[in-house]
């Protein structure tokens, strides 16, 4: 009995991880990556819907799967205004002349832009959840589907006591977007202490090692400048 007693105060005392953390990193995971993309901030409402399905809503509706440790379906809603918001300022910023950018969200380049940042966010989001918790999911090609009216979709993502929240994006127009998480009912808890891993940049550990070529070849003139001095002064105390 005492022993019971003992490991329920341990899983107590250590963190958890529960469906409301997973939705604050997928929000954080948006706005990064949005923002990143768009030179523009994207901010999202510090109050959460629950609902009780997820669906699809005009304009555009986009949805992801993931699978792994734990299931879950991702979807997020544009607005026509904020999937051209993001669309234009996206390709604007890759170097696209605003001459050569589509003029009517039912474009297959609008869906095709927002598909491929639907695949940034989720990649974002499986990467830290990865790195964090020590575990893997994985994801589902992004499907998006310009709409005229509401549609509800039933996808068979084999989830244990779904979970579902709506949260509220705006952009720096202020034109609105959702983005829908349905989730398990799941809870990982901290056992033991680890140290999360980080990302690994390409471009910093080139750095590091160019930055290291360059002291040594800092090194190398003043280790030879030493070493000739050296080597004067020896002669000097022999009297030659």
Same mark, same amino acid.
């Given at each position: ?95 696209? *002349?605003? @001459?050569? !950018? +589509?003029? =009517?969200?039912?474009?297959? %380049? ?91 940049? *390409?471009? @910093?550990? !080139? +750095?590091? =090692?160019?930055?290291?070529? %360059? ?26």
């Amino acid at each position: 009995m005492g022993s019971k007693k003992k490991c329920a105060k341990m899983y107590e005392e250590k963190d958890s991880t529960r469906a409301g953390d997973f939705l604050l990193k997928l929000c954080h995971s948006v706005t990064s990556v949005l923002s990143e993309a768009t030179h523009h901030d994207i901010n999202f409402s510090p109050m959460v819907q629950k609902i009780s399905k997820t669906c699809l809503k005009p304009d555009i509706g986009c949805f992801v799967l993931f699978d792994g440790a734990f299931a879950g379906l991702v979807v997020i809603n544009f607005t026509a205004e904020a999937a051209m918001e993001v669309y234009s300022q996206y390709l604007i910023n890759m170097g696209l *002349p605003k @001459e050569e !950018l +589509a003029t =009517v969200y039912t474009s297959d %380049e609008v869906g095709n832009v927002m598909g491929e940042l639907m695949n940034q966010i989720l990649g974002d989001f499986t990467s830290k959840v990865s790195q964090e918790l020590r575990t893997s999911i994985t994801q589902s090609q992004p499907k998006m589907l310009t709409l005229n009216r509401q549609v509800r979709i039933s996808v068979n993502a084999h989830l244990d006591k779904p979970q579902a929240y709506r949260v509220s994006f705006y952009t720096e127009k202020n034109n609105i977007f959702y983005m829908e998480l349905a989730m398990d009912n799941t809870e990982f808890v901290q056992m033991d202490e680890f140290i999360p891993q980080t990302d690994v940049n *390409p471009d @910093e550990i !080139l +750095a590091n =090692v160019e930055a290291q070529k %360059e002291h040594k070849q800092e090194v190398k003139p003043v280790e030879e400048n030493m070493s000739a001095s050296d080597a004067d002064d020896l002669l000097a105390s022999l009297g030659l």
